[in-house]
């Protein structure tokens, strides 16, 4: 692996940032600091062809780091997940705050990528901030997160170990084996924290899991939205059209898989065409059932093609014909 001069990277980093901090980035980044106190989605950019964690010790450093942004920023963290490229939380906190935890988040995870070997971040890597003012749309929000490491095939969402699924309505969360801070010398939490905060004495660290999400996660608002495992589950699997909204907003994409997909069509065979079924449907319906399809799920006109029966060029010829818009 190459080696790179971290004081030389960051130097030339800040200098290059400088220089792209065009109007637009600048607008941008005003805006989100003049957003007021709230619930928000927030959600750092995909790395094509990079990523921010590439080993199992750069995940569980970015568990500390989550942890972090809540002590220094005054960030409440509801849900979160640390996807090799791309980082997904749900937080309460203010514009400005989520904006210096960003800065803070990209400048640790590039020193820990200098360190092990890898580039850092590129200087325009940014984030998305999107406000959330509805309680069924925090659901719908807290689901997308929860079910990233499903939607690119990883983990069920229980099963993931870099985020906070596993922690609700888990019988599992109870069998973290860490050591708390109280039972840790001053040198070595502020070695293996990177910093000089306080930090609370129950929190746990484990060298494999890096900072239990137990600690700085707050349960109270997932507790009152999903009462049960069932309804939480439910949110998680079957809110598919929130889900493409959703990914609009952030400027990602669905990948949705077959049996998904079928799901999503009888959905919509219940809900625009009385529940009949496909071979009750007219060739002009199954048109305008293709339509639905691309406009409300995003669906490509090969998935729509091979779930509901109709040639591939049709479906194409169907979606930029005037007559169905």
């Given at each position: 692996?190459?080696?790179?001069?971290?004081?030389?990277?960051?130097?030339?980093?800040?200098?290059?940032?400088?220089?792209?901090?065009?109007?637009?980035?600048?607008?941008k980044?005003?805006?989100?600091?003049?957003?007021?106190?709230?619930?928000?989605?927030?959600?750092?950019?995909g790395?094509k062809g990079?990523?921010?964690?590439?080993?199992?010790?750069?995940?569980?450093?970015?568990?500390?780091?989550?942890g972090?942004?809540?002590l220094?920023?005054?960030?409440?963290?509801?849900?979160?997940?640390?996807?090799?490229?791309?980082?997904?939380?749900?937080?309460?906190?203010?514009?400005?705050?989520?904006?210096?935890?960003?800065?803070?988040?990209?400048?640790?995870?590039?020193?820990?990528?200098?360190?092990?070997?890898?580039?850092?971040?590129?200087?325009?890597?940014?984030?998305?901030?999107?406000?959330?003012?509805?309680?069924?749309?925090?659901?719908?929000?807290?689901?997308?997160?929860?079910?990233?490491?499903?939607?690119?095939?990883?983990?069920i969402?229980y099963g993931y170990?870099?985020?906070?699924?596993?922690?609700?309505?888990?019988?599992?969360?109870?069998?973290?084996?860490?050591?708390p801070?109280?039972?840790?010398?001053?040198?070595?939490v502020?070695?293996?924290?990177?910093?000089?905060?306080?930090?609370?004495?129950?929190?746990?660290?484990?060298?494999?899991?890096g900072?239990?999400?137990a600690?700085f996660?707050?349960?109270s608002?997932?507790?009152?939205?999903?009462?049960?495992?069932?309804?939480?589950e439910?949110?998680?699997?079957?809110?598919?059209?929130?889900?493409?909204?959703?990914?609009?907003?952030?400027?990602?994409?669905?990948?949705?898989?077959?049996?998904?997909?079928?799901?999503?069509?009888?959905?919509?065979?219940?809900?625009k065409?009385?529940?009949?079924?496909?071979?009750?449907?007219?060739?002009?319906?199954?048109?305008?059932?293709?339509?639905?399809?691309?406009?409300?799920?995003?669906?490509?006109?090969?998935?729509?093609s091979?779930?509901?029966?109709?040639?591939?060029?049709?479906?194409?010829?169907?979606?930029?014909s005037?007559?169905?818009?």
């Amino acid at each position: 692996m190459p080696y790179y001069d971290i004081k030389r990277v960051i130097f030339v980093e800040t200098a290059l940032l400088s220089l792209l901090c065009t109007m637009d980035n600048r607008k941008k980044r005003d805006d989100i600091r003049n957003m007021g106190k709230g619930y928000y989605h927030f959600c750092t950019d995909g790395l094509k062809g990079g990523k921010l964690f590439y080993t199992s010790a750069q995940f569980a450093y970015g568990m500390i780091l989550i942890g972090l942004i809540t002590l220094k920023f005054n960030i409440k963290v509801y849900a979160f997940v640390l996807m090799p490229n791309h980082i997904h939380i749900i937080l309460s906190g203010t514009g400005e705050n989520c904006l210096k935890a960003f800065d803070y988040l990209r400048k640790k995870i590039s020193i820990r990528l200098i360190q092990d070997g890898y580039p850092p971040l590129p200087p325009d890597y940014g984030f998305v901030l999107v406000p959330i003012t509805e309680p069924h749309r925090m659901k719908s929000e807290i689901a997308y997160v929860l079910r990233n490491p499903l939607e690119k095939n990883i983990s069920i969402p229980y099963g993931y170990p870099w985020g906070s699924g596993w922690l609700y309505h888990s019988a599992m969360a109870c069998y973290y084996n860490g050591t708390p801070v109280s039972d840790m010398s001053k040198r070595e939490v502020k070695r293996l924290f990177t910093t000089c905060d306080i930090i609370p004495p129950h929190w746990e660290y484990s060298q494999e899991r890096g900072l239990n999400p137990a600690g700085f996660v707050d349960l109270s608002l997932t507790d009152r939205l999903f009462p049960t495992p069932k309804d939480m589950e439910s949110f998680i699997v079957k809110d598919y059209e929130s889900y493409v909204r959703i990914a609009n907003d952030l400027g990602e994409t669905m990948e949705f898989s077959p049996s998904e997909i079928k799901d999503i069509v009888t959905s919509v065979l219940q809900s625009k065409f009385g529940g009949r079924s496909l071979n009750n449907l007219s060739e002009d319906e199954k048109c305008k059932l293709a339509v639905e399809l691309a406009n409300t799920y995003n669906l490509s006109s090969f998935e729509i093609s091979r779930s509901i029966f109709l040639k591939e060029h049709i479906v194409r010829q169907v979606l930029y014909s005037k007559d169905y818009r």
